[in-house]
């Protein structure tokens, strides 16, 4: 969680596996937060989340985004594009 004077601003988690490969997702923001430091914080945030996997081990993080803006921050980050236009499949068990 990333906050500023008492607001928290956004926040992302680490799922860990087995592997050298971890899963950074579900990174959301406070809608309300509209400051003009809101991508400063996304973009620290996701820096920061890379770093403690990389503390851990981790060689390589994963994510899986939709939204537009989220993925400009991931880029922004140094993060590739390692495929476009996939079906995401689920099934209830």
């Not at 050298?20 to 937060?33: G, H, L, R, T």
């Not at 851990?56 to 980050?77: E, M, P, R, W």
């Amino acid at each position: 969680m990333l906050a500023k004077e008492g607001i928290n601003i956004c926040t992302g988690f680490i799922y860990y596996t087995n592997s050298k490969m971890c899963w950074i997702e579900f990174v959301v923001s406070n809608p309300n937060y509209r400051e003009s430091d809101r991508k400063e914080a996304l973009v620290s945030l996701i820096n920061e989340l890379g770093k403690i996997a990389k503390s851990q081990g981790y060689k390589v993080a994963y994510t899986n985004l939709k939204n537009a803006s989220l993925i400009n921050h991931f880029l922004d980050c140094q993060y590739i594009k390692g495929s476009i236009q996939t079906i995401e499949m689920v099934k209830i068990l």
